[in-house]
């Protein structure tokens, strides 16, 4: 008996301290799981019953909440009836390009079928969104809000708030994304949206011409004397928004996981495919609530006064509802500069700390050598082998069947050319598969020409670039001397004026395939995008994770795609070690209860 406590004791122990060892190894760098199913739902936001793409049944999608370092896990069934993929856009998938969610690095995930992604939110914090990445879908939903949270040993630039509040807002159409693809394929511009919603709800009856009854609107609940976070991200289609709380002030803090210099505005211009948060302060009588307004820009406002988002912020000692004129939006119609001197009044908060223990400008972007230029010039769309096409430079980018990093891992021919141009062409333009080749580590400019009469924005995947000039007319070299070399933001998303430029500058440290895009979906649709591919001549896994285990195939490479099973079930190897780990925990205990 003596002997056979002192095998059970040691058994336990051995037990105990393997789950040890394995909580030890995960206890660091958690993993957060989430279940996403992907599916039509009828809603009505503007009135008007439509098939909208839901996540877990709701529109807009659940709000993904993680802590820098943390593994995300999204398993994703696909419950549509057309292909999927989705993009986590801001996240910068350090060293794993395979899980960004487009057609350049994912094979997109069939009808029926579910795929878990797999990545670490690594180094990042601030406020980004997720959404379909594929035939236009986000037109219908499918997004949603992603914060990330600093770690408890990194302090953040301001008192921590009373609450977190997410906020989405875009223009939206009563037709769904099918019928909008329809259109661009026909040839035909898309014409005025029929609204703008707030956290996928219409505007509130403001006025009794412009709004129709029966439309249910956003309310935002607040403590009275309270400071909240409010974070904005603009998923919409193609309008640029002003952002506005009524005699509320905004005090910017961070925009695409950089902290800024904080600064009051009372509206902020937020263009297609931004975020931001703010700091608000509840600090206004409750006589009322107050409006929460997102209106377009960029337009003619008076002809598109009915594309304006509406919510309420409702204090919850409020004595009566939101009433009379809405707060007014900028008046800089003859004044061009206006909202530009906004996005230049835009500067990172170089003393606070980022993701990691050491402050955002010990990055010295402007004192680092620029090792490649490329001047990326759009035009209004033209008409390439009969159909209506969007370019940039010259090239309206083609996707190819097989994936672009899958081509480069399986060593697939002819896929695409490493022969995007560093200045934009002068012979007709063309549809090609033509990327840009990127130096690994090193420091590329690139300039972002917009040469048409609407606001553009540009997003890279991958990375987090500097915003360093921005300007009216054409880019030369000498408008490298109106050039921010010290405090421009790092953002993902940037946007470019009518007749204007942008310059951003780039540290090639992340290896992969990454999109660069506009984000006008239209645009973006129409061809409107390229790739920048980096590759570390002497490949590791300390630069680049492998190729993940459930990678799907397709293209040229369909043959090594296996079928799947379409049921529910997961089979992360992570969620399978903590589940080992659990069982091996209470084996443990039913040991030390026997003996």
Known sequence: MAAAAITSTLWSVLLISICLLLGCAFAEDPFVNYDFVVSYITASPLGVPQQ?????GKFPGPTINVTTNNHLVVNVR???????LLHWSGIQQRRSSWQDGVLGTNCPIPPKWNWTYQFQVKDQIGSFFYFPSLNFQRASGGFGSIIVNNRPIISIPFDTPYGDITVVIGDWYTQNHTALRKTLNAGKELGM????????????RYNDTLVPAGID???ITVEPGKTYRIRVSNVGISTSLNFRIQSHNLLLTETEGSYTVQQNYTSLDIHVGQSYSFLLTTDQNASSDYYIVASARFVNETTWQRVTGVAVLHYTNSKGKAS?????PPQDQF????????????RWNVSASGARPNPQGSFRYGSINVTEVYVLENKPPVTIDGKRRSTLSGISFANPATPLRLADEYKVKGVYKLDFPTRPLTGAPRIGTSVINGTYRGFMEVILQNNETKMHTYHMSGYAFFVVGMDYGVWTENSRGTYNKWDGVARSTTQVYPG??????????NVGVWNLRTENLDSWYLGQETYVRVVNPEPNNKT???MPDNALFCGSLSKLQKPQDTSFATSIKYRGLNLVYTSMLMVSVLISMFY
């Open 78 to 84: 696909n419950k549509l009836d057309e292909n999927l």
């Open 500 to 509: 204007a430029w942008t310059a951003i500058l780039i540290s090639l440290d």
């Open 193 to 204: 949206p029929d609204g703008v919603l707030v956290n996928g709800k219409g505007p509130y």
């Open 544 to 546: 680049e994770f492998p």
């Open 324 to 328: 009379g004129p809405l707060p007014d």
């Open 52 to 56: 909208v793409i839901a996540v877990n």
């Open 217 to 219: 609107h956003e309310k």
């Open 335 to 346: 004044d061009r500069t206006y909202s530009m001197n906004q996005a230049r009044s835009i």
